[in-house]
């Protein structure tokens, strides 16, 4: 039996700590959260909504039956909720139970399953099954998965000696969603430093444009003083003058352009 999973406000612990288990076990299921009232709450395979009967405190004590089967949560008196779990009571005393996690598996962990009968825990020539299909079939008596992925997902069961298991869901924890809005989340960091140096390089531009225009100006002045101061002095001079003053115009606005397309490329970068 599936149940949907809700936004935990607690957790749900299961002692002891798989999904499956013989009549006649015994069981606790603990509320744990911030709230000092739980209760436990069971949702069964014939559709009947119950609370646990024996609580103490925040856990909930059972005696296993078959009509023990069901997916269990807590739930606190203002309706906050934990995640649910499946438990699975073995009906035959005789057949086996599989041992899996009864809470999900977060993706890339290592998980083991194994196959137990009440008399005898340690089992070989296990046969292991995947949605019914045959995975495993020799003489280990555990099916061990070194990096979970979600394609493992599914319901499991064992056969050992003819007798098979019911059947668990085995949930796997996705963490790639995290990963990606830790991600996104810097985004508008990198945004906001391309922003600030763009801004810079345009400040540094325009100063750089004030300080030649002011160069200029100060160049052409001081080339009419000379002209004015110096009207005795030959004609090459003046020409020789006004040649360097050009060539410097030329040279200092070949520079601006370059500065200016290395500025433009910086800027298209960020």
């Known amino acids: 039996m599936l149940f949907p999973d809700v936004h935990s406000a607690a957790s749900l612990t299961v002692s002891p700590d798989r999904a499956q288990h013989f009549t006649s076990d015994s069981v606790s299921l603990t509320c744990e959260g911030n709230l000092t009232e739980w209760r436990v709450r ?8 119950s609370d646990c009967r024996r609580m103490t405190g925040s856990t909930c004590n059972i005696k296993t039956s078959k009509s023990d089967t069901g997916v ?3 739930e606190s008196g203002s309706g906050e909720f934990s995640s649910a779990v499946n438990i699975t009571v073995q009906n035959d005393g005789n057949g086996p139970i599989l041992v899996s996690p009864v809470h999900p598996v977060t993706e890339g962990a290592s998980v083991s399953l194994s196959c137990s009968l009440r008399t005898q825990k340690i089992l070989s020539n296990v046969f292991f099954y995947h949605n019914d299909k045959l995975i495993q079939n020799d003489t280990r008596g555990e099916l061990k998965i070194s990096a979970v992925s979600k394609s493992d997902e599914g319901f499991y069961k064992c056969q050992y000696s003819g007798r098979e298991s019911a059947q668990s ?19 508008p960091v990198w945004l906001m430093v391309g922003l600030v140096c763009g801004v810079s390089l345009i400040i540094i531009l ?15 002045t001081r080339s009419i003083q000379s002209e004015s101061h110096s ?15 050009v060539y410097g115009s030329l040279q200092h606005g070949q520079y601006l352009n370059h500065l200016s ?8 970068f960020y």
């Open 206 to 220: 325009l100063l750089l444009l004030y300080l030649c225009r002011q160069s200029k100006y100060s160049c052409f």
């Open 42 to 49: 069971k949702f069964s395979e014939d559709g009947r909504l």
């Open 72 to 74: 269990y949560w807590c």
């Open 261 to 268: 397309n290395i500025i433009i490329i910086n800027i298209d």
């Open 169 to 187: 869901w085995m949930s796997v924890k996705v963490i790639s969603a995290a990963v990606s809005g830790a991600d996104s989340s810097s985004s």
């Open 231 to 245: 009207p005795g002095s030959s004609t090459n001079h003046g020409v020789n003058q006004d040649e360097t003053h």
